[in-house]
């Protein structure tokens, strides 16, 4: 992996924990299937997705943490972060540059997937 390389995936990564770990800088969507939730446990699950930290080679390949697994309610709950254009009708040209960026962040059951 280029230098170059290395330092957008950095960009991105470092971009998309920080808008997880706040859900400031993009937005967040629940499935119809995680809107069932009572209000308690979606507060409950989203401290769980901005909390995540198990990433690995298995669940991030890329290294850009843009997806996770949460155990929640006997239930599995997945989250997954994507980046499109500012228009939200393509993918972003840029992951790694705000100003051509959105980032969706949407949690669903895994179920849902």
């Known amino acids: 992996m280029t230098a170059i390389l290395m330092d957008k ?11 997880r770990r706040s859900f400031v800088g993009g937005r967040v969507v629940i499935t119809n299937g995680t809107d069932t939730l009572n209000d ?9 997705v901005k909390g995540f930290d198990a990433f690995t080679a298995d669940n991030d390949p890329h290294g850009e943490h843009d997806f996770g697994s949460i155990a929640f ?6 989250w997954k972060i994507d980046c ?8 972003s040209p840029d992951p790694a540059d705000l100003s ?3 980032r969706v962040l949407t949690i669903m059951r895994a179920e849902e997937y």
Do not use: M, P, Q, S
Request: net charge neutral; charged share 30%; proline share 0%.
């Open 40 to 48: 308690a446990d979606k507060l409950a699950l989203f401290d769980l």
């Open 9 to 19: 995936t950095a960009k991105v990564r470092d971009l998309n924990d920080a808008f």
């Open 73 to 78: 309610k006997g239930g599995r709950f997945f």
């Open 100 to 102: 051509v960026t959105e």
């Open 84 to 91: 499109y254009d500012r228009n939200l009708i393509y993918h």
